[in-house]
């Protein structure tokens, strides 16, 4: 299958561009013609995937958050990574309401949304060299029904 359109965003790990990052991937995925519950499924996602990022990746330091996203027939592809501390405990990580930040009231639900919001999940990680998440969700065309749905 090839790629038929992709794109990349780099952006400092500060908070005030998770606002901008949602933005920038909804309008690359319109182009597909999504839903609006799938747009605003990676929408969240990506909110998801940039706070913690910045949160539990960067702590109280500034480095770069990179967002691919590529589009393969149906297919909708994602990459995010960063290059802070990593993740000790991925399957830990993963479990629902755990959080490393409990004084900072975090849910611990992030990677929950983004296992229910997203057909795939996959994380690699390396303690002190950051984590990268590749999602993946088929996007059915607005108004299309059943027949273009897997």
Request: hydrophobic fraction near 40%; glycine fraction near 8%; charged fraction near 25%.
């Amino acid at each position: 299958m090839e790629t038929k359109n992709f794109m990349r965003l780099v952006i400092p790990s500060l908070s005030e561009n998770e606002s901008f990052a949602r933005v920038a991937v909804g309008s690359f995925l319109a182009r597909m013609n999504p839903t609006l519950e799938q747009l605003a499924d990676i929408k969240t996602v990506v909110s998801e995937a940039v706070t913690n990022a910045v949160v539990h990746g960067y702590e109280n330091t500034i480095g770069e958050i990179e967002i691919e996203c590529r589009v393969k027939e149906r297919q909708f592809q994602m990459k995010i990574t960063d290059y802070g501390k990593g993740i000790e405990d991925v399957a830990m990580a993963r479990q629902p309401f755990f959080t490393t930040q409990e004084a900072d009231e975090r849910s611990g639900m992030g990677f929950t949304v983004m296992e229910t919001f997203m057909d795939k999940l996959l994380v690699e990680t390396k303690p002190g060299a950051g984590t990268t998440l590749w999602l993946e969700k088929h996007i059915s065309m607005a108004g299309a029904g059943e027949k273009d749905n897997p």
